[in-house]
């Protein structure tokens, strides 16, 4: 495993964000309840599962078959030491995945797409691991909210980072429209399905650590309502929703 990438996601990355389980923890059990109430996946892969493997503990939690890989060797070890028999170091730009052909029933990816070159690799490999009908979800960075979230903070200085992370910003290569992230999954033999329902949506984004300045006021005034409401505005990405052909 070559590059920037196998070195750049090291401890002192995720601790300049917040990666906390009492923050993330909630937000990744809400969409794993969510996925599984709808879709009853039996199996499923987190790729780039990051610091602590929150989701892939919440897919155990309910009674998952759950696994995960991520470039990061940090990652894994920061995990606890019971379910990393079930993590994989893989670079998602080149490597192939160490699964078996349609060997899972859904496989997510939160936040990683932008972090990847080569698109086509890493969906082809998610369609060769995938069932037949299995679901995809990933979240995605959108040029349109992008704008508008830079827009927003520029024009209103209480919507500003408490603590942005300039210092070590995350490897990005990859932001499209909407539109054309779901033709680039059609054109890998998928069929999109929808977004992420919009009320869970919100609760999820809305990290009981905020992010944003007014976000921290809001709390404290016990408007967490309207703090959704501004989280949901300030979103960069979208939540997308697939099913293999």
């Given at each position: 495993?070559?590059?920037?990438?196998?070195?750049?996601?090291?401890?002192?990355?995720?601790?300049?964000?917040?990666?906390?389980?009492?923050?993330?923890?909630?937000?990744?059990?809400?969409?794993?309840?969510?996925?599984?109430?709808?879709?009853?996946?039996?199996?499923?892969?987190?790729?780039?599962?990051?610091?602590?493997?929150?989701?892939?503990r919440a897919m155990l939690e309910l009674g998952r078959d759950?696994?995960?890989?991520?470039?990061?060797?940090?990652?894994?070890?920061?995990?606890?030491?019971?379910?990393?028999?079930?993590?994989?170091?893989?670079?998602?730009?080149?490597?192939?995945?160490?699964?078996?052909?349609?060997?899972?029933?859904?496989?997510?990816?939160?936040?990683?797409?932008?972090?990847?070159?080569?698109?086509?690799?890493?969906?082809?490999?998610?369609?060769?691991?995938?069932?037949?009908n299995g679901v995809l979800f990933v979240t995605v960075p959108?040029?349109?909210?992008?704008?508008?979230?830079?827009?927003?903070?520029?024009?209103?200085?209480?919507?500003?980072?408490?603590?942005?992370?300039?210092?070590?910003?995350?490897?990005?290569?990859?932001v499209l429209t909407k539109r054309a992230w779901i033709e680039?999954?059609?054109?890998?033999?998928?069929?999109?399905?929808?977004?992420?329902?919009?009320?869970?949506?919100?609760?999820?984004?809305?990290?009981?650590?905020?992010?944003?300045?007014?976000?921290?006021?809001?709390?404290?005034?016990?408007?967490?309502?309207?703090?959704?409401?501004?989280?949901?505005?300030?979103?960069?990405?979208?939540?997308?929703?697939?099913?293999?052909?």
């Open positions: 495993m070559t590059g920037k990438e196998a070195t750049y996601y090291d401890k002192l990355y995720f601790e300049r964000r917040d990666y906390e389980y009492t923050s993330k923890y909630p937000s990744f059990m809400l969409m794993a309840q969510y996925l599984v109430r709808t879709y009853s996946p039996k199996k499923t892969l987190d790729i780039g599962f990051g610091k602590g493997a929150f989701f892939v759950a696994y995960g890989v991520d470039i990061s060797e940090y990652a894994i070890l920061s995990a606890p030491k019971k379910i990393r028999n079930r993590l994989y170091r893989v670079d998602a730009n080149s490597d192939i995945m160490p699964f078996e052909n349609n060997s899972f029933d859904m496989v997510t990816a939160f936040r990683l797409y932008e972090h990847i070159k080569n698109l086509v690799h890493l969906t082809s490999e998610i369609i060769r691991i995938l069932n037949k959108t040029i349109w909210n992008i704008k508008k979230g830079k827009i927003l903070r520029s024009v209103f200085p209480l919507f500003r980072e408490i603590s942005p992370n300039l210092d070590r910003p995350s490897l990005n290569y990859s680039h999954f059609e054109q890998q033999g998928f069929i999109y399905l929808g977004l992420f329902p919009r009320d869970i949506w919100k609760k999820v984004i809305s990290s009981p650590k905020p992010a944003t300045v007014i976000g921290e006021i809001l709390k404290n005034r016990g408007l967490n309502f309207v703090r959704e409401e501004i989280a949901f505005l300030f979103d960069w990405f979208v939540p997308l929703i697939f099913k293999k052909k």
